[in-house]
């Protein structure tokens, strides 16, 4: 096999996930980030050419090492950061591990590089609804929501399994009128397989001060897990999953 003297940056490992796609996964959160969500509690991910650096063969061989415990269900899950603004490092890693049989989950807000080939190696899509229309999203992210739907338009032109994940925000996006909305967005996506709506937590405010950065929802507390709960029955309800 030849080698790759090609360098990826990754923020930080974590083996035995649970909840970052199905069964038992490797996740590997890589840095790099695009979006500037206002909720976002990973500020340390945003620059790209931080953290630790593998080579795809380095970072394969790390990922094959708990290939036991994965089963039929589990595997791998890149998420970030966002993966796909390291889409050349995540290709050359997901070829490696495909020749293992690992699966493979993206979990993605669908902004990046060499998205249709990066999908074309990947088994399910992690897929993070900022929001649902253009005005929304700039306000959430400080982008357009262009590249957003484009990149779940080619999802549905692959034919990719996707679970859909948006987290509630009191105060944004936490009323049964945004969720009505919500359901209308996702009525027309294929293959979703499961639905989750995050409840806002303030876990990452100290790590702003840290890194001297303004945390934009300083006054918002966190959401009410139970509320939360609710209005993910209704969404699901709405669309029929």
């Not at 929001?131 to 549905?156: E, P, R």
């Not at 996707?162 to 049964?176: A, F, H, S």
Request: proline content about 3%; charged content about 25%; hydrophobic content about 35%.
């Amino acid at each position: 096999m030849k080698k790759c003297s090609m360098v990826g940056y990754i923020n930080k490992i974590e083996t035995m996930g649970l909840v970052d796609g199905p069964g038992i996964r490797t996740v590997v959160f890589m840095q790099g980030c695009a979006l500037r969500c206002l909720f976002c509690h990973n500020p340390e991910t945003w620059e790209l050419k931080k953290g630790d650096e593998y080579t795809p063969l380095a970072l394969a061989s790390k990922i094959k090492r708990y290939k036991n415990y994965y089963g039929e269900d589990g595997g791998v899950t890149f998420s970030g950061g966002e993966p796909l603004l390291q889409s050349e490092f995540l290709i050359e890693t997901c070829k490696l591990l495909k020749e293992e049989n690992i699966n493979i989950c993206l979990d993605t807000s669908g902004v990046g590089t060499n998205i249709d080939e990066v999908l074309d190696l990947v088994d399910l899509v992690i897929f993070d609804v900022k929001a649902i229309d253009d005005v929304g999203y700039s306000k959430m992210t400080g982008l357009s929501i262009n590249k957003s739907l484009a990149f779940l338009d080619l999802c549905q032109k692959k034919n990719k399994k996707l679970w859909i994940r948006q987290v509630i925000i009191p105060g944004i996006n936490d009323t049964k009128e945004y969720i009505m909305k919500l359901a209308d967005f996702l009525k027309n996506v294929q293959n979703i397989e499961k639905i989750e709506l995050l409840p806002y937590h303030t876990m990452g405010v100290n790590k702003y001060k840290d890194l001297n950065i303004n945390y934009p929802l300083k006054d918002t507390e966190s959401m009410d897990k139970i509320r939360c709960k609710e209005l993910e029955k209704l969404l699901v309800e709405n669309i029929g999953l």
